[in-house]
Every structure is written in structure tokens, then in C-alpha cells.
């Protein structure tokens, strides 16, 4: 029986040396949070920054260059344009653009401010009118027919650019102002 307790002591001792002389289990280690990149949206542009970066209103933007309206157009605003595009004044009479440009604070600024109207006003808001009144003074008559909506005989083609001052919408022909 001696034996036998001389045994069990002996194992006994070596599991208590071998769970004294074990090894810690390693330290948890948690990795350090890796930063998200952030997708902030860009700053956004005036209504004359926007028409210059969009390039489809070159002749647009010269115009407004030449009548010094775009100091008007890239200040705080808001503003809503109905903007031509490039290919809507080449369907003007030959000569008519160059011949404008030649007194652009004259009958060119008239007719660009008549594409202006104060205030920011929505395709959502726009359809719910028959006229506006525009910067030049007088007002754009405003249609919708089967959901196509028309500013005097212009077709409103893209609406709601958004831009820092305002909204631009792009129509297919230049607005003539009643003479």
C-alpha cells in the first residue's frame, strides 16, 4: 500500500508541476481599427462652374462671359436657369450668335437673363406652374403635355442638376424674350 501511495503521490506532484511549468496561453491581441476612407462628396460647383465642366454649353457660357453676368451667376443666388445647349444655338439664324456678341450688354443680356428665374425651383415644383417670371422681366410660359414639359416652345430635356446656387435645366432651343 506504501507503494501504491508513493505512486499516486508521484503522479500527483507531476500534474501539479506540469500544470505550474505550462506555458501561458498567448495574450489576445486585437488588431488596431483601420480607418474607413470616407466617400464625401465633392464640393459643389456654381451654376457657371457646373456649365463649364458639363461641356455641352460652350456658346452658353461665352455668352454669359461676354454680357458680365457670370459674376451674377456664381454668387449665392439661388438661381434656376434654363440653359441651351451648344447644339440648340446653332439652330439660332446663321450670323445671329456673332451678331449678339458684338453688344453683349445689350440685346444678348436680355436674352440670357430671360433663361434666369430667382430662386431655386425644382423639376417637382415646375411642373406645377404655367408661367414664371425671369430676371429680364418678363415671363416664360410653362407647359407639360404628356409629361413633356415645355418653356415657351423650348423642350426641357434633363432637369435638376443641382449646383451650389441653384438648379440648372438644360432645353433644347434658346428663349427669345416678347419684344
Known amino acids: 500500500m506504501k507503494k501504491l501511495f508513493v505512486i499516486l503521490a508521484i503522479l500527483f506532484i507531476g500534474i501539479l508541476v506540469a500544470g505550474c ?3 501561458p496561453p498567448a495574450p ?3 488588431p488596431a481599427p483601420t480607418a474607413v476612407p470616407t466617400t ?3 464640393p459643389m460647383k456654381t451654376i457657371v462652374e457646373t456649365a463649364v465642366a458639363d461641356g455641352r454649353f460652350t456658346t452658353l457660357v461665352a455668352a454669359v462671359q461676354a454680357a458680365k453676368l457670370d459674376g451674377a451667376l456664381s454668387g449665392p443666388g439661388p438661381f434656376t436657369v434654363f440653359a441651351p445647349t ?3 444655338f446653332k439652330n439660332l439664324p446663321p ?3 456673332a451678331s449678339l456678341l458684338k453688344q453683349p450688354e445689350g440685346q444678348l443680356k ?3 437673363l ?3 428665374v430667382d430662386g ?3 423639376a417637382a415644383d415646375v411642373v406645377k406652374l404655367t408661367s414664371a417670371k425671369t430676371l429680364q422681366g418678363s415671363n416664360v410660359n410653362i407647359t407639360v403635355t404628356n409629361g413633356v414639359v415645355k418653356i415657351n416652345d423650348a423642350t426641357v430635356v434633363i432637369t435638376d442638376i443641382q449646383t451650389k446656387n441653384g438648379v440648372i435645366h438644360v432645353i433644347d432651343k434658346v428663349l427669345l424674350p416678347p419684344k
Open 21 to 23: 511549468t505550462s506555458t
Open 28 to 30: 489576445v491581441v486585437t
Open 40 to 42: 464625401a462628396a465633392p
Open 86 to 88: 451648344d447644339d440648340a
Open 95 to 97: 450670323g445671329t450668335v
Open 110 to 112: 436680355q436674352i440670357l
Open 114 to 116: 430671360y433663361h434666369v
Open 120 to 122: 431655386k425651383v425644382m
